[in-house]
């Protein structure tokens, strides 16, 4: 049974590291088509809780359901699996496979993790090589790619896996501001065909055109979630002001 009919559903939950408290109690809940930006100040918590959605990180308490997956129940790595297909991650650190090509990179998990017909995967791949406009650089290696195409190398490699929910993890920090622009670009369209995602940032311009809400995190808490316009516009906490009086 599920509580709602929102496709992510998180409830009240806790984790920490030793004795330190990372989440204090986070409640979110994300519909199919949504896309939800977190922000907040470094340390606050924002990659722990995109890692105990996809269940990288045991949870000490609370409740978190994708689809049909009861995340919180999961135990094994052979329990995970089905929900990892589910539930793609990027991160700020691409780590693609050097030694093999874009193509290649793309069509890996989906061969060997799902089995998947060969040439229907690289029809596919293909297909999204165009769809993040790197179609002439399948035979690429991955040493022969800015960053930001490595990145959106990357986001075609989640994508090939056909996941339903996406998690972007600071996925243009490490990116010089050029090429920040490209990737951004991806993930807008991507948005914009109805991907559900939640996306931690730091390019809060790109948070206010992108997303149907944001979340602002301070130690390890939702402090305060609204309508971009709302949240930015006025923030209704002193730390939401305060953090967006530091990065506007
Ligand atoms: N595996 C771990 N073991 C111990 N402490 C951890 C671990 N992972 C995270 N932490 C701590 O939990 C806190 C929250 O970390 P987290 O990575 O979620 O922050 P963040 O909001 O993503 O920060 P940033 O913006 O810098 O990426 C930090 O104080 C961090 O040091
Ligand atoms: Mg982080």
Known sequence: MNRSDALIEIDTIRKSFGDFQVLKGISLSVQKGEAVCIIGPSGSGKSTILRCINGLIPIDEGFIRVGEHRVHE????????????QVAMVFQQYNLFPHRTALE????APVQVLGHDRAEVEDRARKLLKKVRLSE??????????????????????????PEVILFDEVTAALDPETVKEVLFTIRELVEDGLTCILVTHEMKFAR???QRVCFTDRGLIVESAPPAELFDNPQDPRTREFLGQVL
Do not use: F
């Open 105 to 108: 990179n793309i069509m890996m």
């Open 137 to 162: 650089k399948a035979d690429s290696y991955p040493g022969q790619l800015s960053g930001g195409q490595q990145q959106r190398v990357a986001i075609a490699r989640a994508l090939a896996m056909q």
């Open 74 to 85: 999961l135990k094994t790595e052979k329990q995970m699996r089905p929900l990892r297909h």
């Open 209 to 211: 055109d992108v997303s």
